[in-house]
């Protein structure tokens, strides 16, 4: 297919840590596999990690952390692929002061993490917007342009941006209901059977949890880390309950249907200890990395292919968000 007929499927992540299997899992594998049936635009978004990351070399360190990350998993850039870094594309920032002055507040007051924010503060009883910054308030209008900047068809993500999605085809509908179609309405995409991948503690696999399987772990330490994962005190011998284990729900996640039966069948029975079942996971999971780890490492070690390939990737970026900036700056009257 010639590259204007693919649909265009866009992402990003932020760089706020290494990746873990949750990501990879719930988003990072469903995003890499479209791209052979789309048009696939994925990108850093250090400036949503500034919403928290407030270190600079920190910051600088872990955008390369995850551009060598997106590239170790398989994102080849080409004619059909790009990755960029959001700070290169200064027409994303042009287009979120325009979004912005059609985004009803409330709409903002209403997104998931300011409300989390100032339902705590509540809580707790110091005012309602305390440590609140005005970056925290307008990242679903930053994160509306990343998608409507490109004209995306697909946005896959994990469950908990869905909303982020809803907001920013409100405010496309908004624009168009203005000025008439300029901006395409993007469709989010969900993995349906890997929404949420429980961490070491059983709760969702989040670094805010600190509970999290990072995937490029040398081999010791991923064993060890699996090790963590958090099981009842059942010995070996007795029959063991693979529903509500979290031990199980992560080999499931990794594992062959076959293999995850034969689990079933043997936790059912009893005469498998946990450690077993934990030393079979790590070992499948240093297979499963053992590549990309090596690739990532490479990456890192020397950084300038990184830094060729988001150079190259920006100057693409810019040229497709520069045609929707150009788009809106005649709709609005700012062109001459
Ligand atoms: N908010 C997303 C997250 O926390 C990251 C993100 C920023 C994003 N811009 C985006 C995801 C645009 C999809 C499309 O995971």
């Known amino acids: 297919m010639a590259s204007n007929d693919r649909p265009v499927s866009l992402t990003g992540i ?27 635009l994925y990108f850093i978004a250090d400036y949503h990690a500034l919403t ?13 952390d995850l ?7 398989g994102l080849e850039p080409g004619e059909e692929a790009t990755l960029y870094r959001q700070s290169d594309v200064p027409e994303i920032f042009e287009i979120m002061w325009i979004l912005s002055c059609f985004t009803p507040k409330g709409l903002l007051n209403r997104a998931h993490a300011y409300k989390a924010a100032s339902d705590a503060n509540e809580q707790s ?9 005005a970056g925290l308030f307008n990242y679903p209008v930053l994160m509306a342009s ?40 993007p469709e989010h995409r969900i993995e349906e059977n890997v929404q949420t991948i429980p961490g070491l503690d059983g709760r969702k696999m989040s670094k805010s949890y600190g509970n999290t399987i ?69 070992d499948r999971l240093i297979a499963l990395f053992e590549e990309p780890r090596q690739r990532y490492d490479e990456l890192m070690a020397g950084r300038a292919t990184i830094d060729r390939i988001l150079d190259e990737g920006a100057e693409h970026a810019r040229s497709i968000a520069g045609r929707v900036r150009d788009r809106l700056r005649t709709a609005v009257g700012t062109a001459r």
């Open 67 to 73: 551009a060598a990350t997106w590239l170790a998993l």
């Open 214 to 282: 990072p995937l490029f772990l040398e081999p010791k330490k991923l064993r060890k880390t699996v090790r963590k994962i958090v099981t009842d005190s059942r010995p070996p011998e007795e029959p063991k309950d693979p529903e509500g284990d979290t031990l199980f729900a992560l080999f499931s996640a990794v594992a062959p249907v076959d293999d995850v039966e034969d689990l079933r069948r043997r936790y059912l029975e009893g005469g498998t200890g946990y450690g077993e079942v934990k030393d079979d996971l790590a």
């Open 52 to 64: 928290t990351v407030h270190d600079g070399p920190e910051l600088c360190e872990l955008t390369y």
């Open 146 to 185: 990343d998608i409507l900047a490109f004209d995306a068809d697909v946005v896959p993500v994990g469950l908990d941006q869905k909303q982020h999605i809803e907001i920013a085809r409100d405010i496309a509908e908004v624009i168009n209901q203005t000025y008439g179609p300029v901006l395409r309405l």
């Open 125 to 133: 009883g110091t005012t309602p917007d305390d440590g609140i910054s």
């Open 14 to 40: 932020k760089p706020t840590g290494a990746a873990t299997l949750g990501n990879y899992l719930g988003m990072i594998r469903p995003a890499l596999g479209l791209a052979d049936q789309y048009r696939v």
